[in-house]
C-alpha cells in the first residue's frame, strides 16, 4: 500500500514508516497512492491539480484486486492507532 500525506504531517509519516507502510510527499510522488492522509482542507476538491494527489490507486493498476480507489482520510483529531485502523479497515469505523 501506498499512503500519500500532506506536508506538515510528517510526525504520522514517520509513525507510519516504522509500521511497515510505504509513506510518500504527494508532491514529491508523481504515481497513483492508495490513501491520502491530509489536515485542514476543508474542500480538497478545490485544490488545483498541481497540488491535489492522483486519485487513481496504484492497485486498481493490479488485476482482480479487491480495493478500488483512494482512501481519503483527514488526519485531523485522530491517533496513529485510528489512521492505521482506518488504513488496515479502509472505513473509518466498524461495521459491527
Known amino acids: 500500500m501506498v499512503v500519500g500525506i500532506e506536508r506538515g504531517l510528517e510526525g504520522f ?3 507510519l514508516e516504522q509500521r511497515g ?12 497512492v492508495d490513501a491520502y492522509i491530509y489536515i ?8 488545483s491539480d ?7 490507486s496504484s492497485v486498481e493498476k493490479r488485476s482482480n484486486h479487491k ?11 485522530k ?3 485510528e489512521i492505521e485502523q482506518i488504513l488496515n ?3 473509518y469505523s466498524p461495521l459491527f
Do not use: C, F
Not at 40 to 47: A, G, R
Not at 50 to 56: A, S, V
Open 89 to 91: 479497515n479502509r472505513v
Open 40 to 47: 485542514n482542507h476543508p474542500n480538497w476538491m478545490e485544490l
Open 67 to 77: 480495493h478500488h480507489g483512494v482512501l481519503i482520510i483527514n488526519a485531523q483529531n
Open 13 to 15: 509519516k514517520e509513525k
Open 79 to 81: 491517533s496513529i492507532d
Open 50 to 56: 498541481e497540488i491535489r494527489p492522483e486519485l487513481t
Open 21 to 32: 507502510y510505504q509513506v510518500v510527499y504527494e508532491d514529491e510522488y508523481p504515481y497513483p
